[in-house]
């Protein structure tokens, strides 16, 4: 009968030492307290740090495709903060630069009066030659600071062209090679190589000089005129680059723009250069293709060129790092 109620009593002690372990067991499990809290002595979980914003979209070096009908196409990217440039394998070869070349000769001629103020109607040719690529503005500003259609003997460039040699650091660009044309700041040969350089000279300040560079790039920002928007000696040249560009990188700051466009008798082809600048990078896509094409097509190469270049790619996913589990 004692050993009965022993093995009973025994029974009984293990069943309630059982009932009050399991809660305590699971408040440590639970935070220490059974109420969820996390600051328990049996240790919190560890809360994941939010993921960090992604950078803004910019241009970077990348792999671009463009269904291309034509003599020549190419293209150069710098990269502002580092200096380097990337491109296409053709990137060091030459195009005629058309109204492009404006922007030197503009940055030029400002940079040169010194201390001397420009009159109004100084001021209004400067502006007129960016934002209309009014050509009888850029040749008045041309012949004021040395330029000459007059074809140097020795085969050198004329001497606007040769400044913007020296002060951008250009290895590429030479004078026009079409005989009665050579002279002409319109046939001046570059470089997409040499055309961010350009961008890249304008944009800090080497060109025109720290108390002309803020106005000559925003004169570049409010180019205007739409492809269709023609005339024989100016022309709307708000197209191309820009209109690759998403609202979130023209948020960012002013996009300052030339570009250069010609239909040539004498090869039959339209030469069509875009160049645009930020303060982060430089992009020039040059190009020639049948005149039977529109000036339509080239804008379009170009703003597809920009467009290819944007990174991240919008819409591309987020890659979130994984973060190490909580511990108990």
């Known amino acids: 009968m004692r050993s009965r109620v022993t093995m009973v009593l025994a029974v009984a002690a293990v069943v ?5 372990l399991v809660p305590t067991a ?3 499990l639970s935070g220490g307290d059974g109420g969820g809290s996390s600051g328990g002595s049996g240790g919190a979980d560890v809360a994941a740090p939010a993921p960090s914003p992604p950078p803004p979209p910019t241009l970077a070096a990348g792999p671009v495709s463009v269904d291309f009908d034509g003599d020549f196409f190419s293209w150069a990217l710098m990269d502002r903060k580092s200096g380097n440039v990337s491109g296409a394998k053709n990137m060091t070869s030459t195009s005629s630069t058309e109204s492009m070349i404006k922007a030197w000769i503009v940055s030029d001629y400002l940079r040169r009066l010194g201390d001397k103020k420009p009159s109004a109607g100084e001021l209004k040719l400067a502006s007129d030659a960016i934002r209309k690529s009014d050509d009888g503005a850029a040749d008045k500003i041309y012949f004021a600071t040395g330029g000459s259609y007059r074809i140097d003997p020795s085969g050198a460039p004329n001497p606007v062209i ?10 590429d660009t030479k004078r026009g090679n079409v005989k009665k044309y050579e002279g002409y700041w319109s046939f001046t040969r570059m470089s997409p190589r040499d055309a961010v350089r350009l961008g890249d000279c304008i944009a800090d300040g080497k060109a025109a000089g720290p108390k002309w560079t803020k106005w000559v790039l925003d004169e570049m920002s409010k180019v205007s005129g739409s492809v269709s928007d023609q005339h024989e000696t100016y022309g709307g040249g708000k197209w191309g680059i820009v209109d ?9 700051g002013p996009v300052s723009i030339k570009n250069g466009w010609t239909r040539l008798g004498y090869d039959g082809n339209w030469h069509v250069n875009c160049l645009a600048v930020t303060d982060k990078w430089s992009l020039a896509v040059m190009m020639r293709y049948p005149a039977g094409r529109s000036l339509s097509y080239g804008a ?20 979130v790092p994984q973060q190490p589990a909580g511990k108990l």
């Open 16 to 20: 309630l030492g059982s009932a009050l």
């Open 26 to 28: 699971y408040a440590r």
């Open 244 to 252: 690759g560009l998403p609202a979130s990188i023209k948020a960012q």
């Open 162 to 171: 040769q400044r913007a040699i020296k002060t951008c650091g250009l290895t």
């Open 300 to 319: 379009k190469t170009c703003a597809s060129v920009a467009t290819q270049l944007v990174t991240p790619q919008p819409g591309a996913a987020l890659k």
